[in-house]
């Protein structure tokens, strides 16, 4: 209906009424809040009146006017300031649904993205542990995302960054050499104060004790801190794959730190590496591409040359503490000239560089492997990051790169309203597995989409168990069920109805669609035409929690008319005397069960057959 409207106005275009406004794009038709407010509703002479420069009521009725025209329009109506209502003739909708149930498992698909390549980058969380629950929302984020994105036919990469240089992984070797020291049978007491106190190092310390036996305890730290350091990331890492895997999250490429000073690639072109196989460690001894000596360095070299970096003073800052101000004449990047509040360090005192420094040049490192979108999924606790670097993506890309950045809010885990306690093994945090464990993937993956992702999100493990409207995930899967039993159940009244879902949906698609007449039976086939243009706009957003609150939305539709026909038996949807009716409601049910698969799919969460 979107084109009927950018239609409407190219014709008043044509005709003289004013120049073609450049702003169509902007138009959206959607289904309205109220009922009452029509089927469709449009905001086309808000956003365009101000181009064309007419006052909004005025350029509604012009629109109106010519919409009035169309075949497929009953009715037209302008309310407020200059929104437009729609009402059209039923066969628009039975058009859709058809289209629903031909289309299947590619219906909503879209050209949107036009194969633009996408870097969603998420989770990148320290290797120093396990998951917790808040590194679990980035991850059922960042992949949700990324599955909307290629249904809207963007080219995505998933992305991990793995932080192993600097003073966290340092930290966590002399964690894990402690636990080395334990399992060689010293008693190590309390872990000291800046130590990972988690009990899941042990089993690096048992590691490292059975493969060295006391040689690491004789040497000096220069010698066994890298042997510790790298050692105790592998394991890291293994045990955070494993995590991720436990939500079905599988990144496709994980980017080391380390290679962009270490030069740790030795052959091959960095272009096959990011076509070849998934889940593939940039930086790793096994990896084949070629990486400069220091990365960071050529990237501060480029932006010197372009100007943007210069040595320089900062001013203190006038109020709180900037982490990594320092009174002293250092490598400045200028961040000002790109949009950020202060300009900032790249060099600490040391010689070393910042870590601001670091993810320059990784993520010059995207561009350079053609990424003009590239997304960034962060903890809560990285707001005060954004600006910088969106500001440094714009310098290394010369403009032509844009950086998303989506926080994701914290986590408050809950049993019956009652905080969870924290997990001995990790020390001072939940582990993800535990909940995973506990409630299953499907519940933790919804649960986490079904709030925006920069809102703070209330878990609570029995609620999400409960098999009540109260709970979204039960509600939407039970919906899907529920409609998969109809079909179970239909035989004996439709005889033909094949077993086959394929051959079912096929035959289906022939139904007599416009015996569905029913008010409740229409508002479901205008709810299933939505989804395409949901898909779009979510997507366009970077937004997946939209799909989950449409999922929500479409199952309780769903439900509130199979009551109603426990009420009102003309409204069941299997009528033992009436095939024709039978077949049609059907169909309807195909079109439901469809569109709930494929955002299910897309939230990476099941769609069961039946409820157990």
Same mark, same amino acid.
Request: hydrophobic content about 40%.
């Given at each position: 209906m979107t084109d009927h409207v950018c239609s409407a106005v190219e014709a008043l275009a044509k005709a003289g009424a004013f120049p073609l406004p450049q702003g169509l794009a902007r138009i959206v038709v959607e289904l309205p809040r109220d009922a009452g407010h029509g089927e469709l509703a449009t905001n086309a002479a808000m956003v365009l009146a101000k181009e064309v420069g007419w006052k909004p009521r005025d350029l509604a009725e012009r629109i109106a006017a010519e919409l009035k025209m169309r075949p497929d329009v009953t009715k037209v109506e302008i309310a407020g300031p200059g929104f437009i209502n729609l009402s059209l003739d039923p066969a628009v909708w039975c058009a859709e649904l058809k289209a629903a149930i031909e289309t299947g498992a590619n219906f909503g698909r879209s050209d949107l993205g036009k194969a633009e390549k996408v870097n969603v980058e998420y989770v990148s969380a320290n290797p120093t542990g396990p998951l917790h629950v808040g590194h679990g929302r980035g991850a059922v984020f960042g992949d949700a995302l990324s599955n909307l994105l290629l249904f809207a036919g963007f080219a995505v990469t998933r992305e991990y960054y793995i932080n192993d240089a600097?003073?966290?992984?340092?930290?966590?070797?002399?964690?894990?050499?402690?636990?080395?020291?334990?399992?060689?049978?010293?008693?190590?007491?309390?872990?000291?104060?800046?130590?990972?106190?988690?009990?899941?190092?042990?089993?690096?310390?048992?590691?490292?004790?059975?493969?060295?036996?006391?040689?690491?305890?004789?040497?000096?730290?220069?010698?066994?801190?890298?042997?510790?350091?790298?050692?105790?990331?592998?394991?890291?890492?293994?045990?955070?794959?494993?995590?991720?895997?436990?939500?079905?999250?599988?990144?496709?490429?994980?980017?080391?730190?380390?290679?962009?000073?270490?030069?740790?690639?030795?052959?091959?072109?960095?272009?096959?590496?990011?076509?070849?196989?998934?889940?593939?460690?940039?930086?790793?001894?096994?990896?084949?591409?070629?990486?400069p000596k220091d990365l960071v360095a050529e990237t501060i070299a480029q932006l010197r040359a372009q100007g943007h970096i210069f040595e320089g003073r900062l001013p203190p800052p006038k109020s709180g503490v900037i982490e990594d101000w320092e009174d002293r004449e250092q490598t400045l990047f200028r961040a000002t000239d790109f949009g950020d509040d202060i300009d900032r360090p790249l060099m600490k005192s040391d010689g070393s560089y910042t870590y601001f420094a670091s993810d320059i040049a990784y993520h010059k490192s995207k561009f350079d492997r053609g990424f003009g979108t590239m997304i960034d999924v962060w903890g809560a606790d990285h707001g005060g990051y954004v600006k910088r670097m969106q500001a440094a993506v714009k310098a290394v890309s010369g403009g032509k790169a844009e950086l998303d950045v989506k926080i994701v809010q914290l986590?408050? !885990?809950? *049993?019956?309203?009652?905080? +969870?306690?924290?997990?001995?093994? /990790?020390?001072?945090?939940?582990?993800? %597995? =535990?909940?995973?464990?506990?409630?299953?993937?499907?519940?933790?993956?919804?649960?986490? !989409?079904? *709030?925006?992702?920069?809102? +703070?999100?209330?878990?609570?493990? /029995?609620?999400?168990?409960?098999?009540? %409207? =109260?709970?979204?995930?039960?509600?939407?899967?039970?919906?899907?069920?529920?409609?998969?039993?109809?079909?179970?159940?239909?035989?004996?009244?439709?005889?033909?109805?094949?077993?086959?879902?394929?051959?079912?949906?096929?035959?289906?698609?022939?139904?007599?669609?416009?015996?569905?007449?029913?008010?409740?039976?229409?508002?479901?086939?205008?709810?299933?035409?939505?989804?395409?243009?949901?898909?779009e706009a979510a997507a366009s957003?970077?937004?997946?929690?939209?799909?989950?609150?449409?999922?929500?939305?479409?199952a309780s539709e769903f439900?509130?008319?199979?009551?109603?026909?426990?009420?009102?038996?003309?409204?069941?949807?299997?009528i033992q005397d009436d095939p024709q009716m039978t077949m049609a409601r059907l169909a309807l049910i195909q079109g439901v069960v469809t569109v709930l698969a494929s955002g299910l799919a897309l939230l990476g969460v099941g769609a069961p057959g039946e409820m157990r």
């Open positions: 600097g003073a966290q992984v340092d930290v966590l070797a002399r964690s894990a050499y402690l636990r080395y020291r334990e399992a060689l049978g010293e008693n190590i007491g309390a872990i000291p104060e800046g130590l990972y106190p988690g009990e899941y190092l042990k089993e690096c310390g048992e590691e490292l004790a059975r493969d060295y036996g006391k040689t690491l305890h004789n040497q000096p730290d220069s010698e066994w801190l890298p042997v510790v350091r790298e050692r105790a990331i592998d394991m890291m890492m293994a045990e955070i794959r494993n995590d991720l895997a436990a939500l079905n999250v599988v990144p496709e490429v994980y980017f080391s730190e380390r290679s962009l000073t270490q030069g740790l690639l030795t052959q091959g072109s960095i272009d096959d590496l990011f076509a070849s196989a998934s889940s593939l460690t940039v930086g790793s001894a096994s990896a084949s591409v070629p990486a986590v408050r !885990l809950t *049993r019956a309203g009652e905080p +969870l306690k924290m997990s001995k093994r /990790a020390g001072d945090f939940i582990m993800l %597995r =535990d909940v995973v464990n506990e409630v299953g993937r499907d519940a933790v993956r919804f649960m986490m !989409l079904y *709030r925006k992702n920069d809102a +703070l999100l209330d878990f609570d493990l /029995a609620k999400v168990i409960e098999q009540s %409207r =109260d709970n979204p995930v039960f509600y939407v899967q039970y919906a899907h069920a529920r409609g998969q039993s109809v079909f179970r159940n239909a035989g004996d009244a439709l005889s033909g109805l094949p077993s086959s879902p394929s051959a079912r949906a096929a035959w289906l698609a022939q139904a007599p669609l416009k015996k569905l007449d029913d008010p409740a039976e229409l508002a479901l086939m205008r709810k299933i035409a939505s989804y395409p243009r949901l898909v957003a970077h937004e997946p929690h939209r799909i989950a609150f449409y999922l929500y939305e479409l439900h509130s008319q199979w009551t109603r026909g426990t009420d009102l038996p003309h409204l069941r949807f299997i």
